[in-house]
Antibody, heavy 120, light 113 residues
């Protein structure tokens, strides 16, 4: 069964850096798109960007480009979302999700989410 | 960016009755070469990630009960729950997967009347 397992909750201070992870459980993690989605408290999901694990091609929403970096290490079937300088407004739940394969245009497998809290 | 607008924002339906949620996109989501609409529906319950219900506007994801159905084409879409069950209480989101960024609607909160 394909699963995505995310790293645990984080509490950070403004200005700190952070990298959260999303680990796939099967070999077909290697040639799929993995997306990242932000969900602020009480709000709807926002699509941040995605990475193709085959060649690390990335696409970002303009709202998030330059604010975060999406990367992946296919040798350990892991995708990453990182910040170099966190802000209080980054407080949110972050999900990774797999874009469907075989032409299924949707995100069909989701991680359990990583709660990021930024507080001084 | 493609803007997705759902209606209503909230909905209360009696058990066993039909629930209908609408989603409108700011441009067509019909990929004409494949004759498929790149529109997905998700269900999100508290403390859980979104769960894919419908893709290509009307194809039910494996394991999703057949009381859930999707319809529409172009820029207007509908999610219908034919007979509401208690476990269907959730927030429902549409998402376009036609052109990045793959934007979501603002959500529709479904409750029991």
């Amino acid at each position: 069964e394909v699963q995505l397992v995310q790293s645990g909750a984080e509490v950070k201070k403004p200005g700190e850096s952070l990298k959260i992870t999303c680990k796939g459980s099967e070999h077909n993690f290697l040639k799929v798109w993995i997306g990242w989605v932000r969900q602020m408290p009480g709000k709807g999901p926002e699509w941040m960007g995605m990475i193709y694990t085959g060649d690390s091609e990335t696409r970002y929403s303009r709202s998030f480009e330059g604010q975060v970096t999406i990367s992946a290490d296919k040798s350990i079937t892991t995708a990453y979302l990182q910040w170099s300088s966190l802000e209080a407004s980054d407080t949110a739940m972050y999900y990774c999700a797999r874009r469907g394969i075989s032409g299924k245009e949707a995100f069909d497998i989701w991680g359990q989410g990583t709660m990021v809290t930024i507080s001084s | 960016d493609i803007v997705m607008t759902q209606s209503p924002d909230s909905l209360a339906v009696s058990l066993g009755e039909r629930a209908t949620i609408n989603c409108k996109s700011s441009q067509s989501l019909l990929y004409s070469s494949q004759n498929k609409n790149y529109l997905a529906w998700y269900q999100q319950k508290p403390g859980q990630p979104p769960k894919l219900l419908i893709y290509w506007a009307s194809t039910r994801e494996s394991g999703v009960p057949d009381r859930f159905s999707g319809s529409g084409s172009g820029a207007d879409f509908t999610l219908t729950i034919s007979s509401l069950q208690a476990e269907d209480v959730a927030v429902y989101y549409c998402q376009q997967c036609y052109y990045a960024p793959f934007t979501f609607g603002q959500g529709t909160r479904l409750e029991i009347k």
